[in-house]
């Protein structure tokens, strides 16, 4: 599969809406958080994947806005493997010069799993070859109405005036701001929705689904995307010729 992937035409960020998890559990007759747990091989599988090719933003949904209406039972397995799987591969993280990072509403999160976060996006701060950003507590209405609060303050503070209100500055109040929008979104599990991710950013991405559970998700799946994602033609609202 790797071999298949054309370098000079590589996605500049991936994005994933990882879902499926508790479905893979129950065709096993087991708990829904068996399959959070298994999920987090998947993760493993796939930034290596995307380290391994040269992708440098990567970016992983990992608990939605939504997701904190889910039984207290599962939200509070949920972010205890958020912090037990951030604290085990911090080192990794370091070693492969991987820049963690988070969007999303992070102070919301429980605050061990905050504190754990925030201490590895510390300490991977300054690395280059690839940076992997978390989507937590992470929904695109809460980031857009976020993002209007701010310009409105600063409108009516007189630091900026509405004339001053454009697509690059809207863009700049996400939480966003320094990654550039998504190439490919990759959605496991056969549903076909974007479940309020990234709204404003994906509006021009090219969309992937698979049937695959997330657990189930592997290198290869990753690869089969990029490959699948190298083979059309990105034309912004222009024809054909244009592009070429
Ligand atoms: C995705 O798997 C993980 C999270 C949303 C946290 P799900 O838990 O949504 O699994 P399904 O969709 O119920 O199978
Ligand atoms: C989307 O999955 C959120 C994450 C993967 C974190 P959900 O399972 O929550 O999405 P819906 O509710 O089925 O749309
Ligand atoms: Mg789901």
């Known amino acids: 599969m790797k071999e298949k992937i054309i ?6 960020h991936v994005a994933i809406i990882m879902d499926g998890n508790g479905r893979w559990a129950k065709k096993r007759g087991a708990l829904r958080i068996f399959g959070h747990n298994q999920g987090v091989t998947a993760v493993r599988e796939c930034v290596e994947a995307a380290t391994e090719i040269g ?3 990567l970016t992983l949904y990992a608990f939605s806005t939504e997701n904190w209406n889910r039984p207290k039972e599962e939200v509070d397995a949920l972010m205890e493997l958020l912090v037990k799987s951030i604290n085990n591969e911090t080192e990794t993280l370091i070693k492969n010069n991987i820049r963690l990072l988070a969007i999303g509403d992070i102070e919301s999160l429980h605050k061990k799993c905050y504190d754990e976060l925030m201490n590895t996006i510390n300490i991977t701060a300054k ?9 937590l507590s992470y ?12 310009i409105a303050e600063n409108v ?23 990654i550039p929008d998504p190439s490919l979104l990759i959605r496991t599990s056969g549903e076909y929705r974007v479940s309020n991710f990234l ?4 509006a021009y991405t090219e969309l992937y689904f698979t049937p695959v559970l997330w657990p189930d998700f592997r290198k290869n799946d990753f690869y089969s995307a990029i490959i699948n994602y190298q083979k059309r033609e990105r034309r912004f609202g222009m024809t054909s010729e244009q592009i070429q």
């Open 139 to 150: 929904s695109s209405r809460w980031e857009i109405t976020q993002a209007v609060k701010k």
């Open 156 to 178: 009516k503070n007189n630091i900026i005036t509405t004339n001053e209100i454009d697509q690059k500055l809207i863009s700049k109040s996400l939480t966003t701001k320094d």
């Open 127 to 135: 690395n280059t070859r690839m940076n992997l950003i978390l989507a």
């Open 7 to 12: 370098p000079e035409k590589l996605p500049e």
């Open 199 to 202: 709204l404003w950013q994906l």
């Open 55 to 57: 992708i440098k933003y």
